[in-house]
């Protein structure tokens, strides 16, 4: 079974443009989050999709947004970047049972680095 | 959101058990506990995880408190491949939202 899947691996964006990054999930899974990792703040939580909604959403800005399409795949957006967007965009992918917690399986991440 | 506390680092020698501490003084009582690993230049993998009972798979073992005010990820027997950032997490029970905390990164010599 292959795993989770992000596109593009590394990317070098200048400040003020705006960036998609595209996650395609484990066959069958159909929730998708996504997590932004930088070294002073750790791993932080995006949002969450699930059957093409957003079911949680984290504390940032407006700028950042994301969307899930009917085939379960994801993209999240960052409009008018900032200096401190730089960071490993990981998106990770599970099934979701009613009453039961699956664990979430983690693509290898987008590298953005904005200059 | 609850929170939680790890050390920063540990170190293991190989084939030693290694036994990883987390503090979650302000878990709720629907609050699972996650653990999740995250190897050099990788995406975090999935441990295991547990709510009240001690939880045992082929990868490790988890201690909980009774209080569930702390708990410990045990390692067996250390390998060179368990060498990685183990984070001890919360996911919250109304939300299932992930919420990670630094992370003890751990070194096994050989």
């Known amino acids: 079974k292959a795993g989770v899947t992000q596109t593009p691996r590394y990317l070098i964006k200048t400040r003020g443009q705006q960036v998609t990054l595209s996650c395609s999930p484990i066959?069958?899974?159909?929730?998708v989050s996504w997590y932004q990792q930088t070294p002073g703040q750790g791993l932080q939580f995006l949002f969450e999709?699930?059957?093409?909604?957003?079911?949680n959403k984290g504390n940032f800005p407006g700028r950042f947004s994301g969307r899930q399409f009917s085939n379960s795949r994801s993209e999240m957006n960052v409009s008018t970047l900032e200096l401190g967007d730089s960071a490993l965009y990981l998106c990770?992918?599970?099934?979701?049972?009613?009453?039961?917690?699956?664990?979430?399986?983690f693509g290898p991440g987008t590298r953005l680095t904005v200059t | 959101d609850a929170k939680t506390t790890q050390p920063n680092s540990m170190e293991s020698n190989e084939e030693e058990p290694v036994h990883l501490p987390c503090n979650h003084s302000t878990i709720s009582g629907t609050d699972y506990i996650h653990w999740y690993r995250q190897l050099p230049s990788q995406g975090p993998e999935y441990v295991i995880h547990g709510l009240t009972s001690n939880v045992n798979n082929r990868m490790a073992s988890l201690a909980i408190a009774e209080d569930r005010k702390s708990s410990t990820l045990i390692l067996h027997r250390a390998t060179l491949r368990d060498a990685a950032v183990y984070y001890c997490i919360l996911r919250d029970g109304g939300t299932d939202k992930l919420i990670f905390g630094t992370g003890t990164r751990l070194q096994v010599f050989p």
């Open positions: 990770a992918s599970s099934q979701r049972l009613a009453g039961y917690l699956h664990e979430q399986y």
């Open positions: 999709y699930f059957s093409e909604t957003q079911r």
């Open positions: 066959s069958g899974h159909r929730s």
